[in-house]
Each structure stands twice: as structure tokens, then as C-alpha cells.
């Protein structure tokens, strides 16, 4: 099993969504103990540049050696990494409704035409092989929930970005409320930890990710 880690906040590992996504390895580790996990920090990653803008609009990628400089040779090397992946865990908080602007570099990167999505004539199709993704959430408020304090757009637009590439099995779990002092905090780790061991990791394992 080769499991990749998005680390999006910019707390790193101090922060609610790194420990959360650290309570989502340990089960899957604990089902494949051999489980190399391999951790990007998307708050480092450049955003994308001139010569990334130019490949997306080429009818090809670039053979002049410009594919393996800047933006674009981290963007391939991103992914390289999702593609070596059989699971992917996503560290995120929620800023301002959505995804952080550490979140969505990492999709610009590996959201890209002809290595991950194809252009048909039914619009863009995944190039990816399908595997598991768990998605680690912390916000300050409640959201997706009775009596939700704010809207979430976050999980619709990773939920069809993710697709976009090929990637459709995604499950979500979330410490929510974590501005509302220590008792709430308290209580939310312990929803959110009790969601993460009742879910069946290990049931979905393919054997040949698990030998991986």
C-alpha cells in the first residue's frame, strides 16, 4: 500500500485536519503495517506559471525540456506521486466556505489535461484509476449538519474535481466547531475518531493494494 498525504494547513502538523488525517493512516496502516506513506506540503507548492498556462492550451505537452522546469516539472512530479498512490488522504481546513488557496494549487497542478482528464466529445473524462480517498476536515464553525452555522462548498467541489481526474471513491470526515472553545473541540475529535474506527478500511482494500 502507497499511501500520499496532502498536508494543506498552514498550521502543518499542529493542526485539527493533519491530526485527524493522522487518525485515518494509523487505520489503514494498522490493515497494511508494510504502508509507505509519502506527505506534500501543499502550503509549499508554487502556483502554477507562463509555461503550465501554455500546455494547457497546446494541442500537446511540451518536448523542449520546459515540461520538467518550473511549475510544470513540479506539476508532473505531483502527478507521478497521485498516480503511485493506491490511497490518498486529503489534510484540509475549510477557509471561507471552501477549499484553502493551499488545496487548490495542489489541484491545479495535478488537475491537468492529457495526465489526468481527457477532453472527449462527452467533456472531460478521468485518467486516473479509481482508489480510495479520504478527505480530513476541520473548520471553526458546522457546516453539512441540522442548524449548520455555514454553507459548505468544499465537499461538492472536491467531490467533482476529484471525479474529474477519475477519482469517485471519496469519503469524508470532519472536526467541526473547533472555534467554539475546549469542550466542543473535545467533543468533536471524539465524533470524528469514532467515524474513522467504525469505517471499514481494511474490508476495502483490493489485495493487490494491499500487498503494495
Known amino acids: 500500500m502507497n499511501i500520499l498525504r496532502i498536508i494543506c494547513s498552514p498550521r502543518g502538523r499542529a493542526s485539527e485536519s493533519y491530526r485527524?488525517?493522522?487518525?485515518?493512516?494509523?487505520?489503514?496502516?494498522?490493515?497494511?503495517?508494510?504502508?509507505?506513506?509519502?506527505?506534500?506540503?501543499?502550503?509549499?507548492?508554487p502556483l502554477v506559471d507562463s509555461d503550465y498556462a501554455a500546455t494547457l492550451s497546446a494541442r500537446q505537452d511540451p518536448t523542449d525540456g520546459r515540461e520538467n522546469r518550473g511549475a510544470l516539472g513540479r506539476s508532473t512530479e505531483l502527478i507521478q506521486s497521485l498516480q503511485a498512490a493506491t490511497h490518498v488522504v486529503i489534510a484540509t481546513p475549510m477557509h471561507n466556505f471552501?477549499?484553502?488557496?493551499?488545496?487548490?494549487?495542489?489541484?491545479?497542478?495535478?488537475?491537468?489535461?492529457?495526465?489526468?482528464?481527457?477532453?472527449?466529445?462527452?467533456?472531460?473524462?478521468?485518467?486516473?484509476?479509481?482508489?480510495?480517498?479520504?478527505v480530513a476536515i476541520s473548520s471553526g464553525g458546522d457546516f453539512g449538519c441540522d442548524g449548520q452555522s455555514q454553507p459548505d462548498f468544499l465537499t461538492?467541489?472536491?467531490?467533482?474535481?476529484?471525479?474529474?481526474?477519475?477519482?469517485?471513491?471519496?469519503?469524508?470526515?470532519?472536526?467541526?466547531?473547533?472555534?467554539?472553545?475546549?469542550?466542543?473541540?473535545?467533543?468533536?475529535?471524539?465524533?470524528?475518531?469514532?467515524?474513522?474506527?467504525?469505517?471499514?478500511?481494511?474490508a476495502g482494500l483490493h489485495p493487490e493494494f494491499a500487498a503494495a
Open 20 to 45: 485527524l488525517s493522522q487518525a485515518i493512516v494509523d487505520q489503514l496502516t494498522a490493515a497494511a503495517p508494510d504502508a509507505a506513506v509519502v506527505d506534500v506540503d501543499a502550503t509549499a507548492l
Open 98 to 134: 471552501t477549499v484553502p488557496a493551499s488545496l487548490k494549487t495542489w489541484i491545479d497542478h495535478v488537475v491537468r489535461v492529457r495526465s489526468t482528464f481527457q477532453i472527449t466529445a462527452r467533456g472531460k473524462e478521468g485518467s486516473l484509476e479509481d482508489r480510495p480517498v479520504y
Open 156 to 202: 461538492p467541489y472536491l467531490r467533482h474535481v476529484l471525479g474529474t481526474m477519475g477519482l469517485k471513491n471519496v469519503t469524508f470526515f470532519s472536526v467541526q466547531g473547533t472555534a467554539r472553545g475546549a469542550d466542543a473541540l473535545q467533543a468533536a475529535r471524539a465524533q470524528a475518531q469514532s467515524e474513522i474506527v467504525a469505517h471499514p478500511f481494511a
